[in-house]
């Protein structure tokens, strides 16, 4: 393998890796914490999965605003939809 | 190792080579967007069965193949990285580099369909096909299980015919990809289609909890 592509697969690599032990992570809650308070943590961890893809294997960091503002817009209605939706039925 | 060069060609309604990239990177993020609405309808459905039958839903979750699922999430994690290996190669012109990641970022994503189709023939060997209406659901004296076992299947369904769909684009791409000249001319294509990837992956790490983990 050459030594530029090397360098270049640094950031790739970290971000399988850290994924991997974030979804492992998810799998010993799943498995030894079933019922009461795990899902907060599980939520927690689900996010930032979704964020590390998102901004870093996806590169939205790197793109122009208008890109990262359609991306943005996306994930924002998303969020205003889950939020206002489960805030319905929590609170009833 | 030979590398070629790489760049794109210019069409003619584009100012410069730039500006033709990020036209078509915003146009596949604004249909990701579009593919974004089309799942989170779904994932709010499981979230609100979910809080309103939690211990039908957790009467489903015992029988979901939690361990596919976890299994699943791995090979498509290994696939994005396959992908990203291949748009690093694209940028330096490693032609061969880049189509063998392709291929084998196509071949995970066959392994992933076939763990999710022997989850579907259990499910089946095991009675929690409801929408089958000639076979016995053997939790039919629980019916808001049957909303969210219905949910389970056409949400991993949806997901599965765009991962089909992104197994065909990565074949095509991968035998376009190893003809002599494409670098040269539409290196970003292999960025387009990895965007596509991607997205498939993080989709399915969303399903993942909703389906599987949560409250399991």
Known sequence: MPPELKQKLRTPIATMLVLLGLLSVNVILGIYFIHG???IPEVLITVTMILTVLLVAMEALHEPPL?????FIGFCWVSILL???MMDYLTR | MSTTTVGIKLEEQFESEQQQRETAKLGMWTFLATELLLFSGMFISALVIRTLHPDSVTAVALHLKFWIGATNTAVLILSSFCMSVAIESSRLGLQRIMVRAML???????????????????????HMTPFLHWRRYELVGDPASRLFTDLYFIITGLHAIHLTIGIG?????????SRAGFLQKHQNRIEIVGLYWHFIDLIWMIVFPTLYLLNR
């Open chain 1, 83 to 85: 939020t206002l939706t």
């Open chain 2, 169 to 177: 684009l990565m074949l095509v791409m991968s035998w376009l990809a």
């Open chain 1, 67 to 71: 890109t990262r503002l359609f991306a």
């Open chain 1, 37 to 39: 308070w795990a899902w």
């Open chain 2, 104 to 126: 084998l970022t196509a071949a995970l994503g066959v392994l992933f369909m076939c763990l999710k189709g022997y989850e579907y023939y259990r499910d089946y060997v095991e």
